[in-house]
Every structure is written in structure tokens, then in C-alpha cells.
């Protein structure tokens, strides 16, 4: 006891020594950093937007007239095929006016061809008769004037004479101009010609009125919305459904118009439906606006889908990440190395002679997880990332590396 006791001031003299040796040791190598080194990897500078799905175009169905809906025939979210009845309206007036249509039709082409077979027959006859009896006059007129030459009768018959072949031949007058009429291209004919035409368009007018109260689908697609039910008035001009038409499916974003200069058409991309956030899908960029959106510094592209889920749909919000550029060997570090990022002045804290020094650098492509570096660093040095804390340049430190992340992506 007396030796521990006799020993105890110097143990704790030793103790001191080494914590003042050891506080002495660290503060000469400098504190353990995480830092990570440049590397060489693949890189794609990606533009993050958020849009829609757009439907390759919206038909707005409606009613020319009024009238109350007898039958809705489809229901929101139904593919209806062109040419498919949607809504029936109450057509029992249009009916009868086509029947009462179609009964002129008939009353015409029996008048016409009353025109055509029996008038043109009666006419003809008449006109031969006519003929007959002014030939007959003429030689009776002959006669009388030989027989009152000769003194066998008189002045008077031979007067009665004259005026029967007068009469005779107004009645052939009159018989061919019956004749001509009732020809082809005679004014009764040309008259129950265009009656029958006319009784012919009154029909399809008629018929025309019948079709408009039946509201077919003009394209394939879906239904996106209806605005009308059995027993509703109608109202013409009013929207009654909305189709979505079949075809290519396209999405609808606004990146920032920074962004304008590196947008090209053909461009990849890779979506996803907020909905739906596990599953993606490609794109490519199809179309660029040609002008900005001033009120919001945007410009609009299209993207087109050439393989779409079946669970999208029209209008659902999507998010797409859009390659503006991309590089398969490029210098590389994690974008939390890099001070001031988004400046015109970046630069890193590398590690030299295990002190801290500041590195001015020129970045290129900024990926998701990785940042370009195309002057001012090395393949392999080593940089500190941000997230060590604070430290003074000039200072010592002890890098501790870390393993590179995997690019993402690509």
C-alpha cells in the first residue's frame, strides 16, 4: 500500500504526459476529414420538369339542335369507336319529317312520269290528228276553189272553206306547242323535273335533321367527360362530352428557358407518373415552342411516348428528367465538393500535403450525383466535401477517403 501510494504521483504525472504528447500528436497531423477523389465515370446532365400527359387532341362533342336527350349511350372512361352512336335525342318530329318528305318524293316522280309517259303520248296523238285535219282542209280549200271557178258553188262556201282551213292549222299550232311541252326538255316536263327535284332535297334535308339527332363519336378514343343525361334539354352549341382521340401519347413540360440552349430535338428522356412513382417509362423531346412563356421564363416541350404504360392517363402529372447532354469519360467529384456551385467563381478545398488549400475551378456537365470538372483538378487528388465542417485553408488535416458513389442513371 505504501508503494502505490509512494508511486501514485508519478502515474499521474505519466498520465498527463501522455494526453499532452498525444493532444500534441493530433493537433500535428490535423484531424481525421472524409474527403473523395477525382474520378473518371460517366456523366448526363439531366433537366428535372414536372409536367402532364396530353392526349393527342381533345374533340368537344355537341348538339346542332335543340332537343331532349332519349339515350346517353356511353360513360366516362369508355372507348367508343368513330362512327358510334354517343347520345340519341327524341327524333319522333324528325321521323315524320322524313316520311312526309319521302311522300312528296313519290307524288313528284308519279307527276313526272305522267309527264314523261302519258301527257308525251296524249300530246303526240293530238299533234298526229291536227295534222290529219289540216291536210284535209288544205284539199277541201282546193276543191272549193276549182268548184267556184267553174261556177259550181259560191263565194260563201268557198269562204267557209278558207276559214275551216284556218282553224286547222291553229289547231296544229296548238297541238305541236302541247307536243313540245310535254317533250323532254318541254316547260311541263322541265316543271315536273324540278318538282322531283325539289321534293328529292326537301328529303335529304329532312334526313339531315334526323342525323343531327344522333350525336355519333367523329374518332376513335376514350371519353374523358359527359355533361348530360337521359331527359336533359340540349342545347345546340352546348359541350356534351369530350373525347380524348387515339393516337401517339405525348407529355407536356416547361423547363426553365436556361435550359433553351442545350434542348434538342430527339433528345431522351426518363418520365415518371407521380401516381405510379416506382415505375418509369422513355421519351424523347418531339417538338420545342418557339417562343418563351414571358409571364413564367418557360419554355414549353413536347415529348413523345412510343411505349406508354397502360396506366396512364390524360392530364396526370409527370415527372421527367430530360438528358441535355452526357459524356461517357469525364473527370468527375460529388457536387458537395464543389464551393460556390452555382456561381462564376467555383472551386474546391484539396488536399495537399495533407493542408487544405483552395483550387479554383471550370466545371462542365452537372449530373445528379456528380459534378464535371474540366480545369483545375486532376485525375485521383483529393478534395473535402462541404459536409466535413468547417475548416480554415492552410489547415492539417488527415484525409480520410471516401468510396465514389455509382453514377445514377446512366
Not at 414571358?294 to 421527367?320: C, F, N, Q, W
Request: one cysteine or more; glycine letters at 8%.
Amino acid at each position: 500500500m505504501s508503494r502505490l501510494r509512494k508511486a501514485g504521483p508519478w502515474l499521474l504525472s505519466a498520465a498527463v504526459a501522455l494526453l499532452v504528447a498525444g493532444t500534441a500528436v493530433r493537433a500535428a497531423v490535423g484531424p481525421a476529414v472524409p474527403a473523395h477523389a477525382a474520378t473518371r465515370s460517366p456523366i448526363a446532365h439531366r433537366v428535372v420538369a414536372t409536367g402532364r400527359v396530353m392526349p393527342p387532341a381533345r374533340v368537344q362533342l355537341g348538339s346542332t339542335v335543340l332537343g331532349r336527350a332519349r339515350h346517353v349511350l356511353v360513360a366516362e372512361g369508355d372507348r367508343v369507336k368513330a362512327g358510334q352512336v354517343l347520345i340519341q335525342l327524341d327524333d319522333a318530329e324528325a321521323k315524320a319529317a322524313v316520311a312526309q318528305a319521302r311522300a312528296g318524293v313519290a307524288q313528284a316522280g308519279a307527276r313526272s312520269s305522267v309527264v314523261r309517259q302519258v301527257t308525251s303520248l296524249v300530246a303526240t296523238e293530238s299533234l298526229q290528228r291536227a295534222r290529219n285535219d289540216l291536210d284535209q282542209a288544205e284539199r277541201q280549200h282546193q276543191r272549193m276553189q276549182q268548184l267556184h271557178a267553174s261556177g259550181a258553188v259560191t263565194q260563201e262556201q268557198l269562204d267557209d272553206a278558207w276559214r275551216a282551213l284556218e282553224n286547222a292549222r291553229s289547231q296544229k299550232q296548238a297541238a305541236e306547242a302541247q307536243a313540245r311541252s310535254a317533250g323532254p326538255s318541254g316547260g311541263e316536263s322541265l316543271a315536273a323535273s324540278a318538282s322531283l327535284s325539289q321534293a328529292q332535297a326537301n328529303l335529304l334535308g329532312a334526313q339531315a335533321r334526323l342525323e343531327e339527332t344522333r350525336i355519333v363519336a367523329s374518332v376513335d378514343g376514350v371519353v374523358l367527360s359527359r355533361t348530360v343525361e337521359p331527359g336533359d334539354v340540349v342545347q345546340p352549341g352546348k359541350v356534351l362530352m369530350v373525347l380524348a382521340r387515339d393516337g401517339d401519347t405525348q407529355l407536356s413540360a416547361h423547363p426553365d428557358e436556361k435550359n433553351l440552349s442545350a434542348l434538342r430535338l430527339g433528345q431522351r428522356a426518363e418520365a415518371s407518373a407521380d401516381a405510379f412513382p416506382d415505375e418509369r417509362f422513355e421519351a424523347k423531346v418531339g417538338w420545342i415552342a418557339p417562343a418563351v412563356d414571358p409571364e413564367r421564363g418557360t419554355i414549353e416541350v413536347k415529348l413523345s411516348v412510343d411505349h406508354p404504360p397502360a396506366y396512364l392517363r390524360a392530364d396526370m402529372t409527370v415527372s421527367i428528367n430530360l438528358d441535355i447532354a452526357r459524356k461517357s469519360d469525364a473527370l468527375v467529384v460529388p457536387p458537395d465538393c464543389v464551393r460556390d456551385l452555382n456561381t462564376d467563381h467555383p472551386w474546391v478545398m484539396l488536399v495537399e500535403s495533407s493542408r487544405v488549400v483552395k483550387r479554383p475551378v471550370r466545371l462542365g456537365l452537372r449530373g445528379d450525383a456528380a459534378v464535371e470538372v474540366l480545369d483545375g483538378l486532376e485525375e485521383g487528388r483529393l478534395v473535402v466535401p462541404s459536409s466535413a465542417g468547417p475548416l480554415s485553408l492552410g489547415a492539417r488535416i488527415r484525409p480520410r477517403p471516401l468510396a465514389p458513389e455509382a453514377p445514377r442513371g446512366l
